[in-house]
């Protein structure tokens, strides 16, 4: 080849080479700004500069609440809400009851975000045989619309039913060593779900729920449940003189908050938030479950006992009403006006190994 024709080839192809590599970097661009205003795939999620924070092992989720373009909904009242509950707490957290939140709203804000929201539930023993109604009722009101990952930790993997689970939805089991007093599976729930954050949801889930198995679902529990650090407030004290509540009284016990302190009793059958927060949550509980296992101490209700004195200290970012956790579906109170999130009965002789 002349040394003239080789410079021009070189020439060619260094322009075909600079075409192609600008064609390549202004796709992704538009990819990046198509994923940060819209749909968003989570695994190139992480790649949008302007939105990564800080570096942390968890997904990151806090990003704005972002709104469509003409949506339409009621006007928000600066004047005008419930005036027979209180809808924030001391520390600025609101408190989420029925009237308090647009669901349209709320559904088009957080369905942006493209979320994956875990939730993990416990069927040891015969409470096997509460995983149907739990599953089937979740199907029909739980984060309709959102992707939700179940975790079901069960000692007989073999009796768990087919429940038919809609799109964007699964269900994962994972069999667990039976334990013979129900205390203690109440309370190895702490550490079960410190370590499923720690090897199964990290980069996986933007949210974690852990419910109680004996229950279901009545109506609505969606995106105005997501926060940091979510509790919810027990059925049978929202009511209650703070000396009232059944904290662990006994000094002995880290669990022990003693009278005059406290800001609400909340449940232990449902608690939530990003994987940081739960992560940093079921750890603590777990080390101080053990902590007062070696001192011969359990505390009075296990680790909703640490949950409460978990949450004293690190204050909930956001409270669900007693509508996410009920006394059961016939149980009315004034302040309820829909039950979401209801216990079922059962005879705790007869459905408990040692009762
Ligand atoms: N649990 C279980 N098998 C048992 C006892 C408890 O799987 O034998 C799990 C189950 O998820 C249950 C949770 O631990 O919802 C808490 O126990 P339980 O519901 O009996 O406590 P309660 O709500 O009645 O205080
Ligand atoms: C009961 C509930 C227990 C525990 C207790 C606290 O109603 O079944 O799990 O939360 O209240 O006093
Ligand atoms: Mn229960």
Not at 162 to 172: C, D, F, I, Q
Not at 252 to 280: K, Q, R
């Amino acid at each position: 080849m002349h040394r003239q024709n080789f410079l021009i080839v070189l020439v060619l192809f260094g322009m075909a080479l600079s075409g192609l590599i600008y064609l390549n970097s202004s796709q992704n661009n538009n990819r990046l700004i198509y994923l940060n205003s819209s749909q968003n795939n989570n695994s190139c999620y992480q790649h949008i500069p302007e939105q990564v924070v800080n570096k942390s092992k968890w997904k990151q989720t806090i990003v704005g609440l972002r709104s469509s373009p003409g949506l339409s909904y009621k006007q928000p009242s600066a004047l005008v809400g419930r005036t027979d509950v209180a809808s924030v707490t001391p520390w600025s957290a609101p408190i989420i009851w029925e009237g308090t939140f647009d669901a349209t709203l709320i559904d088009s804000i957080y369905k942006q975000q493209n979320l994956t929201i875990a939730t993990t539930v416990f069927a040891l023993g015969k409470y096997t045989r509460f995983i149907k109604d739990f599953l089937e009722s979740a199907e029909q009101h739980y984060f309709v619309g959102f992707r939700v990952h179940f975790y079901l930790f069960t000692d007989q993997p073999e009796s768990v039913p087919e429940v038919k689970m809609g799109e964007n939805r699964s269900l994962t089991v994972l069999k667990v060593q039976s334990l013979n007093r129900w205390q203690d599976i109440s309370m190895n729930r702490m550490e079960k779900l410190e370590k499923l954050i720690e090897n199964e949801l990290a980069g996986e889930a933007d949210y974690v729920f852990c419910l109680d198995v004996d229950t279901m679902f009545y109506g609505r529990w969606g995106a105005e449940s997501l926060g940091r650090l979510v509790g919810v407030i027990h059925p049978w004290f929202f009511d209650a003189p703070r000396d009232q509540f059944t904290y662990e009284r006994r000094p002995e016990s880290l669990a022990y908050i003693p009278a005059g302190e406290g800001d609400y009793y909340y449940a232990g059958a449902a608690f939530g938030g990003t994987l940081e927060d739960v992560h940093n949550l079921t750890k603590t509980c777990r080390e101080h479950l053990n902590i007062d296992a070696v001192k011969s101490i359990e505390a009075v209700w296990q680790e909703e006992s640490h949950l409460n004195k978990y949450f004293l200290l690190n204050k909930p970012s956001k409270l669900l009403s007693p509508e996410y956790m009920w006394r059961g579906i016939n149980e009315g109170a004034a302040p309820i006006k829909i039950v979401r999130f209801a216990n079922v009965p059962k005879n705790y002789a007869e459905v408990r190994s040692n009762a």
